[in-house]
């Protein structure tokens, strides 16, 4: 009788649970945060499941003596406008500011001092022929192998393949090893012979296949794009601003301390068990949360899905940020920073000059920098103390930039396991977990189609609108159904 009562003459409130739908996301980092945030925008009610007290993921921004640090991304692609729109939503366009448009893009270290890449170098080969030709990074050899990519025929179908094969094939192996390998796998901390091309840089062999060419299909790009179009744009306090703008905006609806620990479902609803016992009912869910972590959470409820899940790997990563006074530092750091290739065998994997990259991220008269380590080829770098890696940063900095003295500042920021790793045929491998997964659940974040900010701002609207949509013909189901019991 009560059941029948609550089908045929539901309550006001029950009523508009209905009506509106329930969507639960697990994971406050900034995709759980998006997936929230547009489900709520579509009118669903939302809860999101955070583990700790802090949201925001990796995005941690922080002052000390009037330079900005940040310990994940310090700015986001604009070229994938999801972060840039996500932006405009929370009205906080007079908080952007964009990276500084500067002659020299990029250094790559060569043969222990620091080469200016060539001027209209597009991360993997050269759109303008004379300041390659002109450049000493590569043999008179090697800039013949990279010329002839533009007569080497297409690949003949569009197979997956490394990083490292890619461009080999295409240019040759002294491009990988001097300039390609650390420009490549230093933006997905990955290491060429095992990062998946079609997962991480899909321009690149879709350049192939339309163009014939890469080189020539860069060229065409190039003609048409905008001159000096800023690339990047990041945040005036940082880019946990943006984190904490959704936090604000998305207030009671997050649930602080609440790890998720199973996913399972009831009749009609799923259920999501939290490590204190609680049980969280929803109609839909979204999990933001890591491969590993989601594998565990779906192991009863979809158990080839996790399987699928736990063979992504995890990598670390690490920065020192390292303060001096500009006088103290001989380079002209006039550059967003530089890469340093495997062949080097040097014990740090890059640096970020971000005093120079970003306007009002230093007082003037400091030059701010950010020193990588534990990447592709520095592994055991994470395994050292604090001290011991800012000591590490201090002498590479000294002998590559020609810093003096000690630093007014060092900061260590660490990410064990932060990382997925995009291995070959991760792409398939993401489609098929999601083809395995019960419809309803979604997933979303940095272990599947893009590790950037703006790509988990993207994959957390898209898994959002699949959920509203499921939610969405549910309830046109469910109200079929309750008229006719009715």
């Given at each position: 009788m009560a059941a029948g009562t609550e089908q045929c003459m539901p309550s006001d409130a029950a009523s508009e649970v209905s009506r509106r739908g329930r969507v639960l996301v697990v994971g406050g980092g900034i995709a759980g945060l998006a997936a929230?945030?547009?489900?709520?925008?579509?009118?669903?009610e939302v809860k999101l499941?955070?583990?700790?007290?802090?949201?925001?993921?990796?995005?941690?921004?922080e002052w000390i003596d009037g330079c900005l640090l940040e310990s994940g991304a310090d700015g986001f692609l604009l070229r994938k406008p999801s972060a840039r729109r996500l932006v405009s939503e929370l009205g906080m366009d007079g908080q952007v500011v964009h990276a500084a448009q500067l002659k020299v893009s990029t250094y790559v270290l060569h043969r222990g001092r620091p080469i200016p890449l060539p001027a209209g170098f597009s991360l993997l080969a050269p759109t303008?022929?004379?300041?390659?030709?002109l450049s000493p990074l590569l043999s008179f050899g090697g800039k013949l192998r990279v010329a002839a990519e533009t007569i080497l025929a297409r690949r003949s179908d569009d197979a997956d393949e490394t990083v490292a094969d890619f461009v080999r094939r295409r240019f040759g192996s002294e491009l990988l090893e001097r300039v390609a390998e650390p420009m490549l796998s230093g933006v997905f901390n990955a290491p060429a012979a095992q990062q998946s091309i079609r997962a991480t840089f899909p321009q690149f062999p879709e350049?192939?296949?339309c163009h014939g060419s890469v080189i020539r299909g860069l060229r065409r790009r190039a003609?048409?794009?905008?001159?000096?179009?800023p690339v990047f744009f990041s945040l005036r306090d940082g880019t946990e601003e943006l984190a904490r703008m959704l936090a604000e905006r998305l207030g009671s609806r997050i649930i602080r301390r609440a790890r998720a620990t199973v996913l399972d479902r009831t009749i009609d609803r799923f259920r999501v068990k939290t490590s204190d016992g609680t049980a969280h009912e929803a109609d839909a869910v979204i999990l933001t949360t890591p491969a590993d972590i989601t594998a565990s959470m779906l192991t009863l409820l979809a158990p080839a899905a996790a399987e699928r899940l736990r063979r992504i790997r995890f990598a670390g990563i690490g920065s020192v940020y390292l303060a001096y006074p500009r006088d103290n530092v001989s380079h002209p750091l006039d550059a967003y920073g530089l890469v340093i290739?495997?062949?080097?065998?040097?014990?740090?994997?890059g640096i970020t000059f971000s005093s120079s990259k970003w306007p009002g991220r230093a007082p003037d008269g400091v030059a701010l920098l950010r020193i990588f380590f534990g990447g592709p080829n520095t592994r055991d770098a994470m395994n050292l103390s604090d001290s011991q890696v800012v000591e590490v940063a201090r002498q590479e900095a000294a002998e590559i930039l020609g810093a003096r003295g000690a630093p007014n500042l060092a900061r260590v920021f660490r990410w064990p396991g932060g990382y997925p790793q995009y291995d070959l045929g991760h792409v398939e491998l993401v489609d098929q977990l999601e083809r395995e997964l019960p419809s309803g659940v979604y997933v979303a974040g940095c272990c599947y189609r893009g590790v950037g900010v703006p790509d988990c701002v993207y994959g957390a609207e898209q898994a959002a609108l699949r959920a509203v949509d499921y939610v969405h013909a549910l309830g046109g189901s469910r109200t079929a159904t309750s008229e006719s019991r009715t």
């Open positions: 929230a945030w547009h489900v709520s925008n579509a009118g669903l499941l955070e583990a700790s007290e802090r949201v925001g993921g990796k995005l941690y921004s303008r022929w004379w300041p390659f030709f350049l192939e296949r003609r048409h794009a905008l001159p000096e179009a290739p495997a062949a080097e065998r040097r014990p740090i994997d």
